[in-house]
């Protein structure tokens, strides 16, 4: 049982990125998700949620019309699209899913039960 996260990488501000986070070992049809971010130095923060049919999105403050999250639940993942990224976006960004919980209008998601592993984004010219 695990989630796996991947995308992430350098890219330039301005440039754009997709991560994914795919599910094995258990099916997140059930699951709100989210997605998380730490910068060096930082706490970590919630950066957006998404309920369990995805006609919900919420997303932090410092994301909202940059970032989209969706689910394919036939593919068992989460995505999360950024663009016209940001120096200060620069963190690991990590996947968690919840079963019995609900997404903040923050973007915070709440009673993680599993997290992935982390992703790596890098925004530097």
């Known amino acids: 049982v695990q989630l796996q996260a991947s995308g992430g990488g350098l890219v330039q501000p301005g440039g754009s990125l997709r991560l994914s986070c795919a599910a094995s070992g258990f099916s997140l049809d059930y699951y709100v998700l989210g997605w998380f971010r730490q910068a060096p130095g930082k706490e970590r923060e919630g950066v957006s949620c998404i309920s369990v049919r995805g006609g919900s999105t919420y997303y932090a403050d410092s994301v909202k019309g940059r970032f989209t999250i969706s689910r394919d639940n036939a593919k068992n993942t989460v995505y999360l699209q950024m663009n016209s990224l940001k120096p200060e976006d620069t963190a690991v960004y990590y996947c968690?899913?919840?079963?019995?919980?609900?997404?903040?209008?923050?973007?915070?998601?709440?009673?993680?039960?599993?997290w992935g592993q982390g992703t790596l984004v890098t925004v530097s010219s």
């Open positions: 968690a899913a919840a079963r019995s919980a609900g997404c903040l209008s923050s973007g915070y998601l709440l009673g993680r039960d599993y």
